[in-house]
């Protein structure tokens, strides 16, 4: 099944042509004027993959790729026509998979969609055919069930991503381990993401958010580890 594309872009004549680029490649497109729009689209129907521009009437890209965030993995590739340094950093802290600046070669645009669609498809795979583990992975009040891929703190479900359940079961599977950040981008990630290590700061204060006692400690300018707790 072909895979879908959301362009998120108030731009008309970008649309197309992204659009045009894309279905020639074979996908299935939506196209999307508003961040309000792609988000009631999120909840009722989410697509593969977003293309999003940042500049957008009313929410802007930033803040939508911050809200997909919380509740997903799945790739966004940002278009913009702010080349700044510190945007590229911004939108890629954020958790985009990728960052494009206008005027951008439509070709290098689907080149690099199908490079996250690949490795989107390769994830989901891995995650399926993994074979259920009937243990509960524990330190303390963290709980890790690896047959639900659910996770507890403090006796409260905590809803998190599939990245997030990852990093902390890495972490936990080795406590007072020290991760460096380039391991745990690999790990998490895989070997061929194109962002910065900045992506795993990111996630680490998204669960520090959601568990704010958990004692995930920064190893300065190394990386991260769990601390273990008494049981």
Request: charged content about 30%; glycine content about 4%.
């Amino acid at each position: 099944m072909s895979s879908t594309i959301a362009i998120v872009e108030d731009d008309p004549h970008i649309q197309q042509i992204v659009e045009a680029y894309l279905q020639k490649e074979g996908y299935h497109t939506i196209r999307l004027e508003t961040a309000e729009a792609a988000w009631d689209l999120w909840k009722t129907s989410p697509p593969d993959v977003w293309v999003l521009d940042i500049m957008l009437p009313g929410m802007n890209g930033y803040e939508f790729c911050s809200r997909i965030r919380q509740e997903s993995d799945m790739p966004i590739i940002i278009i913009s026509a702010r080349d700044e340094e510190v945007d590229k950093v911004m939108g890629l802290e954020l958790g985009s998979d990728d960052y494009l600046t206008k005027p951008f070669s439509p070709r290098e645009l689907v080149a690099r969609v199908n490079r996250v669609v690949k490795r989107w498809n390769k994830f989901k795979n891995s995650q399926s055919s993994v074979e259920a583990d009937h243990s509960i992975l524990q330190s303390g009040e963290l709980h890790l069930s690896m047959v639900e891929r659910l996770v507890w703190w403090q006796g409260e479900e905590i809803d998190v991503t599939a990245k997030e359940f990852n990093l902390l079961e890495i972490l936990i599977s080795q406590l007072n381990r020290a991760f460096s950040r380039e391991e745990l981008l690999v790990r998490v990630w895989g070997d061929d993401y194109f962002g910065s290590d900045r992506a795993v700061d990111d996630l680490v204060k998204r669960l520090r958010k959601k568990m704010p006692e958990v004692p995930i400690e920064t190893v300065w300018g190394y990386g991260y580890r769990l601390k273990e707790q008494d049981e």
